[in-house]
């Protein structure tokens, strides 16, 4: 059972979401928070498995919250997943530095949403195409500095971890990246799994921020490789890519 807190200042729209989910059989609603602050709050009460965050709320934002929320050593298997109106590269950018696992429109529709929350739930990362696009041009156009710490670790990353990590910053599933790089499904996420341990990153949303931030991914990666050349072609990674 998959344990949701909804956060929006709408009492409409948390009363939609709560019909939604209560009306799944694998989900359920834990509380309701009208404002960020009380969306804190509550995380730290209910411990859900996944909060449902809106982006504009008085008293505290949903991108405030969500940092507090991911940065608490006692919510480490919190996931947030924002649900906003607002997919321009500015929030997609903020929500995702804040430790958002997922970014989605408020248009989608509701089985779009229900499988959202369980791919947030299961570790994945979920970004709306509006929201991807935001993300990657904004990263590319002005990537922001990567810390020293981070570009450490990322020399103890293997030339595979390397593969795959870029891989996942151009939004390629473990079944893509395992077809793209001749390795099984699982071995593929053991290799995902390694990096973002080695880099410190909560999921794999954070694994593309900091692809993107520290260089890993080069503004070459907007262009496909081919199947036959490997990835080593487009995605503008450093260091040369293997099978």
Known sequence: MIRVLL?????LLRGTFRMLFDATDDMETVGEASDGREAV??????HPDVVLMDIRMPEMDGIEATRRITASEDLTGVKVLVLTTFEDDEHVAEALRGGASGFLGKGARP???LDAVRTVAGGEA???PTATRALITRF??????????VHERLECL??????VTGLVALGLSNDEIAERLFVSPLTAKTHVNRAMTKLAARDR?????IAYQCGLV???????PSRDAGVSAGTGCRGPFRR
């Open 7 to 11: 956060a929006d200042d709408q009492a």
């Open 41 to 46: 709050e509550l995380a730290g009460a209910r």
């Open 111 to 113: 089985e779009e949403l």
């Open 126 to 128: 979920l970004l709306s």
């Open 140 to 149: 590319l156009a002005q990537p922001d500095p990567c810390p020293g710490s």
């Open 158 to 163: 293997t030339p595979r971890e390397r593969d």
């Open 205 to 209: 949303a954070q694994l593309v921020v």
């Open 218 to 224: 080069s503004p070459a990666s907007r262009e496909e």
